[in-house]
């Protein structure tokens, strides 16, 4: 759990790609672990580090694993979601055996990393901020020497990549990114979904963002990252105290009546319903 500087807590999970030998990292924020965003997770760490493990070890996660492996002679039953896109990336996938997670270690150790968002618990903007300072984290940590390589982790990316495979047609690819459905954010930092206005931080004016629905919650994304969430409403109207729409006051209660009145003046605002 975060939490922002309103006191809001969000649930955030940050998946670790880690490569064997250089001990490069990726990381990204997701909301859940689900199959389908572990999934694009793995197709975006692919784009950015340019090519593709060809083995893949993984821990027991039921997104991945249906049932683990019981001896180093059985074999996981995998997700079929999961075990296509093995096939798709040509990776052969080596799922753990529970409780016996050494071959994994050196993602387990470096996770310990990501602790230190929160040390900034208090002071994020929202999530838009979360992505950042991770972005941060995650770029000093592959500036810094490996301890078991003593060199720099994006030094010996270089080198790795002529061992990788190369990324599959951008067909097969397609499959694996966000299907987002673009909007226009207004000068009201306003989005509209079926006839009703949600709000967002109001350095996306003016912006195209993409909405995904999932669990009558839409989840809007910018650049390839989620930046908020909002619960899907009848409302005409539906506006984060967070965002502090034209007003910047620190007194909830202050922000809450200031929001009220912006409501009240919104409704006279006439939109087009594209």
Request: glycine letters at 4%; charged letters at 30%; hydrophobic letters at 30%.
């Amino acid at each position: 759990k975060l939490t922002d500087k309103n006191g809001t807590q969000t649930v955030v999970y940050i998946p670790t790609l880690t490569l064997s030998w250089s001990r490069y990292n990726y990381r990204q924020v997701i909301l859940k672990p689900t199959t389908d965003d572990l999934l694009i997770f793995l197709a975006q760490a692919f784009e950015e580090i340019g090519g593709v493990p060809k083995e893949l070890v993984i821990d027991n996660l039921k997104a991945f694993v249906e049932k683990p492996r019981k001896s180093a002679d059985d074999k996981a039953l995998l997700n079929s979601k999961f075990e296509e896109f093995c096939k798709d990336y040509g990776i052969t996938p080596m799922p753990c055996m529970p409780y016996r997670p050494q071959t994994k270690g050196k993602t387990e150790t470096q996770n310990k990393i990501v602790d230190q968002l929160k040390n900034y618990n208090g002071y994020y903007s929202g999530l838009s901020d979360i992505h950042d300072k991770l972005e941060i984290i995650n770029n000093e940590d592959n500036e810094r020497s490996s301890q078991a390589t003593r060199l720099p982790r994006n030094f010996l990316l270089e080198k790795e990549k002529g061992d990788l495979l190369p990324l599959p047609s951008k067909e097969i690819r397609s499959r694996y990114h966000l299907k987002l459905n673009e909007v226009y954010v207004t000068n009201e930092s306003l989005f509209q979904y079926k006839y009703n206005k949600y709000s967002l931080p109001q350095e996306y004016i003016g912006k195209r963002v993409g909405l995904v629905v999932q669990n009558k919650e839409l989840l809007i994304y910018y650049n390839g990252k989620i930046i908020e969430k909002h619960p899907i409403t009848n409302n005409k109207f539906n506006i984060k105290e967070e965002h502090e729409l034209y007003y910047k006051k620190t007194d909830k209660q202050a922000v809450k009546e200031s929001n009220q009145i912006i409501l009240k003046e919104l409704e006279n605002i006439i939109y087009d319903n594209d």
